[in-house]
C-alpha cells in the first residue's frame, strides 16, 4: 500500500511540474498545435516516469558533499521497504485493515467516475438511435434538435436543426466540427476522460484535461475562420454567450468564450516563442531526475527487502533444503538463534480462554502442549488479536 501511495504522489508531483510549467509559460499563446501534443505527453511522461528504475551511483564524499544528490538520494529510496517481515501462516487473515478500506474506496471512486463516461456514451448512442443518420463521405451527419448540439463524436457530426446549414455562420460551425473530426480530437477527449478516472486523485490531470478541451476548441476556431471573418465569428460567440435574441444555445457557444475570443481576435505572436519551446527540455528533464533514477552510493551493500522466516521446526534444515512449504532465506542474513518458550509459558499457554495455539500451521488443542518439553520447539511467536480479528473473544493471544 505504502508503495501505491508512493506511487501516485510522484506522478502528482511530476504532473504538478509539468503543467506548471505550461501555465506559466506556454498557456494562451498561439501555438496551439505544440501545446496540445505538450500535454498529452506530459501526463504519458508522468504516469511512466516512477516506473523507471534507473541506478546511478555515486562516491559517498560526493554524495556527502552535495546537498541535492544527498536529496535525490533520500527521494530515490523513500518508496523502497526495507522492512523485516517474520512470516506468520498461522494468522487469521483479516481483510478490513486500514489499507484495503482506503484501497477500496479509491476504486469506487474511479468506478463512479467510469459509470458517468459510460452514461455519456450511451446518451450518445440513444442519439444516434432515435433520429436520421445521413453519409456525407466519410462522415455521420446527425440533424437532430437535441439539446447541447452541434458537436462531434468520433466520426459522428451531430447538427442542430435551427442552424441553417448553407447560411455563413453555419458553414463556419460545420468546418469547426469537420475539424475535430479530421484532427481526432475525441481520441485525445477518451483518453483524458480514462486517465481522470484511474488518477482520480490527481488535480492536475483535470487541469490539464480541461486544457486540452480548450486547445481543441482553438485549433478548431483556427481553421474555421479567415482574416476577413475572424470579427464576424467572434461577434457570433459573443451574441450567444450573452444570451442575445439568438435561440441557439449550446456547448458550442459556452466553451471557453472569453479565451477562445481572445485567441481568435489576438494577432500578435507571443514573445521568444521558440525559447518558450525548448525550455520544456530542462523542465522534462528535472522531473525524469526526480523519480526516473536511484541514486546510490558506490560499494555499498544493497539492502534486502524483506527477510522472511520459515515456520518449519528444524530451522536450520530448512535452511539448506527448503521444501516447497518453506521459505528460502534472503542471501546476507544470519539464522536467528533457537527461541524456545519456558515451562511456565507452556502452562499459561494451556489456557484456551487467552490463547489460541497453532503447531506448524495446525491448529492444536491448548491441552497438546502437555505432549511437548519445552526444547521441542524452535521458534515462536505470540500476537495479540486486534478486536475486528476473525478469534477474537474465542481468545486474545496467538501462539
Known amino acids: 500500500m505504502k508503495t501505491l501511495l508512493f506511487y501516485l504522489l510522484q506522478v502528482i508531483v511530476t504532473t504538478g511540474i509539468l503543467y506548471g510549467y505550461y501555465h506559466f509559460a506556454l498557456r494562451n499563446k498561439r501555438f496551439h498545435r505544440y501545446n496540445r501534443y505538450y500535454l498529452l505527453a506530459a501526463t504519458i511522461l508522468s504516469i511512466t516516469v516512477p516506473f523507471l528504475n534507473i541506478p546511478l551511483y555515486f562516491a559517498q564524499s560526493a554524495t556527502e558533499s552535495s546537498f541535492v544528490l544527498e536529496t535525490l538520494t533520500v527521494i530515490s529510496s523513500a518508496g523502497t521497504n526495507n522492512s523485516i517481515v517474520f512470516a506468520q501462516p498461522d494468522m487469521q487473515a483479516n481483510w478490513f485493515t486500514r489499507e484495503n478500506i482506503l484501497l477500496f474506496f479509491y476504486m469506487l471512486v474511479a468506478l463512479i467516475a467510469l459509470l458517468r463516461i459510460v452514461f455519456s456514451v450511451l446518451k450518445i448512442r440513444r442519439i444516434i438511435q432515435n433520429n436520421l443518420v445521413e453519409q456525407l463521405d466519410k462522415i455521420h451527419f446527425v440533424n437532430t434538435d437535441e439539446p447541447g448540439t452541434p458537436f462531434s463524436f468520433f466520426r459522428w457530426l451531430f447538427w442542430n436543426k435551427k442552424i441553417e446549414l448553407q447560411s455563413e455562420k453555419g458553414e463556419q460551425i460545420f468546418r469547426h466540427e469537420l475539424f475535430h473530426i479530421e484532427q481526432k480530437h475525441s481520441w485525445d477527449t477518451i483518453y483524458m476522460e480514462l486517465l481522470t478516472v484511474v488518477f482520480w486523485i490527481n488535480p492536475f490531470f483535470y487541469l490539464i484535461r480541461k486544457e486540452v478541451k480548450a486547445i481543441h476548441e482553438f485549433l478548431a476556431d483556427q481553421f474555421a475562420v479567415t482574416e476577413n471573418t475572424k470579427w464576424q465569428y467572434a461577434e457570433l460567440l459573443l451574441m450567444q454567450a450573452l444570451n442575445t435574441n439568438q435561440h441557439l444555445v449550446n456547448p458550442f457557444f459556452h466553451n471557453q468564450i472569453k479565451r477562445r475570443i481572445a485567441m481568435i481576435t489576438i494577432s500578435k505572436k507571443p514573445s521568444h516563442q521558440y525559447l518558450r519551446k525548448m525550455m520544456v527540455l530542462p523542465v522534462a528533464a528535472i522531473a525524469i531526475g526526480l523519480f526516473a533514477f536511484s541514486y546510490k552510493e558506490k560499494n555499498k551493500p544493497e539492502s534486502n527487502d524483506s527477510l522472511f522466516i520459515s515456520d518449519h521446526p528444524n530451522i536450520e534444515d530448512t535452511a539448506k533444503n527448503p521444501s516447497s512449504h518453506s521459505i528460502t532465506w534472503v542471501e546476507d542474513f544470519p539464522l536467528p538463534p533457537k527461541k524456545s518458550p519456558t515451562a511456565e509459558q507452556l502452562k499459561t499457554w494451556a489456557d484456551p480462554k487467552m490463547y489460541g ?43
Open 357 to 399: 495455539i497453532w503447531l506448524d500451521e495446525k491448529r492444536i488443542s491448548n491441552t497438546d502442549l502437555t505432549k511437548y518439553n519445552s526444547s521441542d520447539f524452535v521458534l515462536y511467536t505470540v500476537s495479540k488479536l486486534e478486536k475486528n480479528a476473525v478469534n477474537y473473544g474465542m481468545h486474545y493471544y496467538q501462539v
